[in-house]
């Protein structure tokens, strides 16, 4: 099944950070994609702003280079046409330098996108001058990436100079898990088929696991990654992310105030959590490297690579069904993995030898995106009534054809969100501000506590504790699987 492209308006799209390993792995290689994919035409702009001064020919080869190894990019008609199509300006965030070129470049009339692909600290300032060179139009649309804010006080901060300068509909946070295609497809399961919603409650599940879990240590990102932890890199977004997606009420339209209501209503139900209920976790040395705390070059390190946690949403429909949340780096597997387990039947009318089976569903967001319903049936054969558990697989690339092998980048999607207007599948400010304040005081009672992170095996599924923290329960957690 090939899938339907319809094309965006023409645009100009300003990448602020254009030489920077964001833009050049992910950024530029979407919007290649999607220029070979016939989304986009000859009638829009690229223009790179970053500190370098390359002349715009030096950018035009590096990127290049970056197409060829992170799309796949040959030297065909498609690569020289794209090429054509990006520009270069040397320009300084926090001085006068570049900003009257950049304003020169632009064309009237279009959509204007400012991707803000710098570190946090400019925002600021590159918000400001956008609006000081009159660079914005009613057109305007601005991009910010994560890590939006340390902790609630700086992200409120944050909002607030963004705020000075750009209506709240004018401002795309980016959370890249929000543009996965199956994280869309969660929406599409649960919200498109009659089948899934009634029983999506307390009384019908159980409880519900979400696992991020990565072979990756931390290489290149020591010093930003020593001040963050798990808690603030992976659980306030994209588990929190998830954890609305799967919790939220149907939204009245799939339109983004609708969703991102529904979302902020998740997060503002979520209860605080109790100590006893979380398990922080560091990696130690292995086959693979060396462990955490010589990794960052500090060998009292008390940032956590893995937490899992138990948290409760307090509302009607979730009241009493916990939500088991982990997430790692240097795991066994690289996997993210939503696994909604629901209750066992009433009453087994096969009796006790016949066992215990309850139905799951899960939700694979990478690798091999897809869903599974674990059902249970008759064992084949004779000799009575035996009962086993087997999958109803849905691959997404078998069941959609080779063409949807690969699913599109997160990024091609969202960056064309940003073009068409679209800001459902991005975090509004009142959002991420409620995730900080349900974090901030797991983190602050960490340090109140004088907490040390449990060392866990490199490969491992992550420290013992938070396996027993499940058992506690009666319940496990699932396999971390390739
Ligand atoms: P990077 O250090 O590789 O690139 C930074 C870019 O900013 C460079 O182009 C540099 O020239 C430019 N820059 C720095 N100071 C400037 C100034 N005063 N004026 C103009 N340009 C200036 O960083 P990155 O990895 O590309 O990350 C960019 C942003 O995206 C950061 O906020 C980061 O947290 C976020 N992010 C990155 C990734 C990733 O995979 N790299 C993933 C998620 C979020």
Redesign the pocket.
């Known amino acids: 099944m090939v899938s339907r492209v319809i094309p965006v308006d023409p645009f100009d799209l300003i990448i602020?950070?254009?030489?920077?390993?964001?833009?050049?792995?992910?950024i530029l290689p979407a919007l290649y994609r999607r220029f070979c994919a016939g989304q986009w035409h000859e009638d829009a702009k690229i223009i790179a702003?970053?500190?370098?001064g390359h002349s715009a020919e030096d950018f035009r080869r590096m990127v290049a280079e970056s197409l060829h190894r992170h799309a796949s990019a040959r030297d065909s008609q498609a690569l020289i046409r794209f090429l054509q199509r990006v520009d270069y300006v040397p320009?300084?965030?926090?001085s006068t330098a570049g900003w009257e070129l950049l304003g020169e470049k632009l064309s009237p009339n279009r959509v204007r996108a400012f991707y803000f692909?710098?570190?946090?600290s400019?925002f600021g300032?590159l918000a400001k001058r956008v609006r000081a060179y009159n660079l914005a139009t009613e057109d305007t649309r601005i991009v910010v990436?994560?890590?939006f804010g340390h902790d609630l006080d700086s992200a409120r901060e944050l909002n607030a100079t963004l705020a000075a300068h750009f209506d709240e509909n004018q401002i795309y946070r980016?959370d890249?898990y929000l543009g996965k295609e199956t994280v869309q497809n969660l929406m599409a399961v649960r919200f498109g088929n009659m089948l899934f919603e009634p029983l999506w409650n307390s009384q019908y599940v159980d409880h519900i696991q979400i696992t991020v879990a990565e072979t990756v240590g931390i290489a290149g990102r020591e010093e930003?990654y020593e001040r963050a932890g798990a808690m603030r890199d992976m659980m306030q977004n994209h588990l929190m992310q998830l954890l609305c997606l799967i919790a939220m009420e149907p939204p009245a339209k799939f339109d983004p105030d609708a969703v991102r209501d529904e979302k902020l209503k998740v997060i503002r139900a979520l209860d605080p959590v109790e100590p006893h209920h979380i398990v922080r976790g560091q990696f130690a040395a292995g086959p693979d490297g060396p462990g955490y705390r010589e990794c960052v070059g500090n060998p009292r390190s008390t940032t956590e690579s893995y937490v899992a946690l138990k948290a409760h949403i307090s509302n009607w429909r979730w009241a009493g069904t916990p939500f088991y949340l982990r997430t790692g780096k240097r795991l066994v597997a690289r996997s993210s993995v939503i696994n909604v387990m629901f209750k066992d039947a009433p009453h087994s009318i096969f009796g006790e030898e016949a066992g215990r089976h309850a139905n799951a569903l899960s939700i694979r967001l990478q690798p091999n995106e897809g869903i599974t319903l674990k059902v249970t049936i008759k064992e084949p054969g004779q000799g009575g009534m035996r009962l086993i558990d087997v999958p109803l697989d849905m691959s997404f690339a078998e069941a959609l054809g080779p063409e949807n092998q690969d699913p599109p980048d997160a990024y091609e999607r969202l960056v064309m969100d940003v073009i068409r207007g679209n800001q459902t599948l991005f975090m509004r400010g009142d959002e991420v501000e409620a995730a900080w304040a349900w974090t901030d005081p797991i983190i602050a009672g960490w340090l109140a506590r004088g907490d040390v992170p449990k060392p866990y095996d490199s490969g491992s599924t992550g420290p013992g504790d938070a396996e027993l923290l499940m058992k506690r329960d009666g319940r496990h957690w699932q396999g971390i699987k390739p």
């Open positions: 602020f950070g254009g030489t920077g390993d964001l833009a050049q792995r992910k702003a970053a500190r370098s320009l300084d965030a926090m692909s710098v570190g946090p400019l300032s990436e994560k890590p980016i890249h930003y």
